[in-house]
């Protein structure tokens, strides 16, 4: 209604929303200007070529350990770090190579991100109105004011609150309400994508589900695509399709969601599922979690989750897995690809 | 009334009416502002107008002294201009060249800071070692070498014009740096929030977000670096008039009006010096105890 529809039809039915392929993120961290001279260059290799593909109207969730680059993923997609290579194909068109601010508007209005913090991203000194209007103004989608100010009142009934509520400020709003203007304000543009960096970790259990709810609504509501980043299990296994389990910068299982739930593979996923507190339910056998997450600057030589894996081989220690399809999903393991299933 | 009531009520007005020596510095400020400001209407006399000028009356004492009138309060200096009218025609040179300065200041370090900051990198690195070389100069040093080159470049009638104008630059661009660099820290900060990111996200110019994001959320710092900026604007006009290179004798400043008394201290004239430096403390002192005041109840960390 607002913004006519930029693609063709054909294009758009057959073109998947976003393609991530073999993207890397690589942070300089060497210290002084000498130690560059002199080529003693330190890397964090954050996002160490990572495909994803995710279709119209369907949610893509990334799992993982606190520090495996989800973030990252999250952060270049979006273009908010610049990808060191590869590419990021939003309706078919590339935009990770995308400069200046001209040539990026048309794309930046179609994808929207909803951030952690509620409390760190409204600012502390807009009303609530103004915040929501942002987006709408800066690609200026609406003539006037009037329209405007009517568009801000649907937003803010659409995600459940009243339109008075848009000349009160962020501070006059709990944390669950706080995320519901964020996603006003990612809904103000009409956007096709939104990317959800763990939208619900900082929020009340019981609080989580009602934006988890929303989300879903809007969802079937609107056609939107979602790439949803948490460490949250349960929170995903609500949410989403397709998912995929990071480690150290790589996705190590990737598959449909239920399969995955129902039947991880991956030694990684599986400590994962079981790490999953469940009240009540019938007892499963849990595989402990053992040892740490590995320092990213020197990652481990070849498999990076060899040295917590229970059935290392030689192998693992020398070459990094390839992804390969077993039993229905891609997996980047030696030993499941060799055997087709883990040793018991 | 209503606001004077809502003031009374915030957490701003309660921590100052509960500061009796906030409340006294305010009030010494106000009464200095005023009597500045207003000093057209309210000067016993003018001391630049010559025809009324009487020599007779040259180094009158203060009214309670021996041989003191009450029409020149605080005594005469050597021409018989009445000192406490000086001092209110001084002090309102005096706040200008300070206001002015600041302002100026202000104008070159918030934006230089918030470009820093904001966009970091090489274009960081530039401003701030150029900020640091800049440090490096006492302000003094600068304000007279600035000085130094517009006298030596201008004739001399065109200079005591423009006098004014060259201290306000030498000041201001002598103080530039602290704003710049109070600024830079908070954009730091600020610009790795997440409110920044969604700006950044929707694709909104970077201008924009620094105008319009960042630029409220550092504003409560520089107003308390700029309350004690101006005391220290104050200070080193007065310095400068003093040492002779500030504004021109026909246009006193506090300090110009220190240094002609001093000339007259050790002969017993000593009120034409002890008015103006005790009106040049009071003000400068008052207004930093109020700089401080500002400092600490904006600070949430500290309340």
């Keep these: ?344 | 009334m209503s606001i004077l009531r809502r003031f009374a009520n915030s957490d701003l007005g309660y921590s100052f009416l509960h500061s009796r020596v906030v409340v006294a510095a305010a009030i010494v400020v106000a009464v200095v502002v005023v009597a500045a400001v207003g000093a057209d209407a309210l000067a016993p006399h003018n001391p630049f107008d010559l025809a009324s000028l009487e020599l007779f009356d040259a180094l009158t004492p203060p009214a309670w002294e021996a041989g003191g009138q009450w029409i020149y309060p605080l005594g005469t200096d050597d021409q018989g201009r009445d000192v406490l009218s000086a001092i209110m025609y001084g002090t309102r040179v005096s706040l200008m060249v300070g206001f002015a300065s600041v302002a100026l200041s202000m104008a070159i370090g918030i934006p230089l800071g918030m470009i820093s900051g904001y966009f970091g990198g090489m274009l960081d690195s530039v401003i701030m070692r150029f900020a640091e070389i800049q440090l490096t100069f006492p302000a003094i040093l600068i304000a007279l070498l600035i000085d130094g080159i517009v006298r030596t470049a201008l004739p001399r009638d065109i200079h005591s014009d423009i006098a004014v104008f060259v201290l306000i630059a030498a000041i201001g661009f002598s103080n530039w740096v602290q704003y710049a660099r109070t600024v830079r820290g908070m954009t730091l900060v600020e610009r790795s929030k997440e409110y920044v990111q969604a700006a950044q996200v929707t694709g909104v110019h970077p201008l924009l977000i620094m105008l319009r994001h960042i630029l409220p959320n550092v504003a409560s710092p520089v107003l308390v670096i700029a309350t004690i900026g101006l005391a220290l604007a104050i200070v080193t006009e007065a310095t400068l008039s003093f040492l002779g290179v500030g504004v021109p004798p026909t246009q006193p400043s506090l300090g110009t009006l220190i240094r002609i008394g001093n000339d007259f201290l050790f002969s017993g004239e000593w009120w034409i010096a002890t008015f103006p430096s005790v009106t040049l403390v009071a003000l400068v002192i008052s207004v930093n105890l109020l700089g401080d005041w500002l400092r600490d109840v904006l600070n949430p960390r500290l309340n």
């Design chain 1, 1 to 344: 209604m607002m913004v006519a529809q930029t693609q063709r039809p054909d294009r758009a039915a057959s073109t998947p929303q976003l393609v991530v392929k073999d993207l890397r993120k690589q942070f300089d961290l060497t210290r002084s200007v000498a130690g560059r001279l002199l080529g003693h260059q330190q890397y964090l290799k954050a996002i160490d070529g990572l495909d994803i593909e995710i279709a119209r109207g369907t949610t893509f969730s990334l799992v993982g350990e606190s520090g495996c680059g989800k973030s990252t993923v999250a952060r270049c997609i979006v273009g908010i770090y610049k990808p060191t290579s590869g590419q990021v194909l939003f309706d078919g068109v590339d935009i990770a190579q995308m400069r200046g601010r001209k040539v990026m508007l048309p794309v930046r209005r179609r994808m929207q991100m909803i951030f952690q913090d509620p409390y760190a991203s409204l600012n502390p000194r807009w009303r609530v109105s103004q915040i929501i209007a942002e987006p709408i103004r800066t690609h200026g989608l609406l003539p006037d004011r009037q329209a405007v100010q009517k568009r801000v009142d649907e937003l803010l009934v659409q995600v459940g609150l009243a339109p008075g509520d848009g000349r009160k400020y962020p501070h006059e709003f709990s944390g669950g309400q706080r995320q519901r203007i964020s996603i006003a304000r990612a809904l103000a543009s009409s956007p096709d994508l939104i990317v959800c960096d763990e939208p619900t970790s900082a929020l009340d259990v019981s609080v989580q589900a009602q934006i988890l709810n929303l989300l879903r609504d809007l969802q079937e509501e609107l056609g939107l695509t979602y790439l949803l980043i948490s460490h949250n299990l349960a929170v995903v296994a609500h949410m989403s399709t397709r998912l995929g389990v990071m480690y150290l910068g790589r996705l190590v299982e990737t598959g449909d969601s239920q399969l995955l739930f129902g039947q991880p593979l991956h030694p990684y996923t599986r400590m994962l599922l079981s790490a999953v507190p469940d009240v009540g339910g019938a007892a499963v056998k849990r595989v402990a979690i053992a040892g740490d997450v590995p320092n990213p600057i020197s990652p481990p030589s070849g498999c990076s989750f060899h040295p917590r894996c229970p059935f290392v081989q030689d192998k693992c220690r020398m070459v990094p897995p390839v992804p390969s399809m077993v039993q229905g999903r891609l997996v980047a393991c030696h030993v499941l690809a060799e055997h087709g299933e883990l040793p018991a």
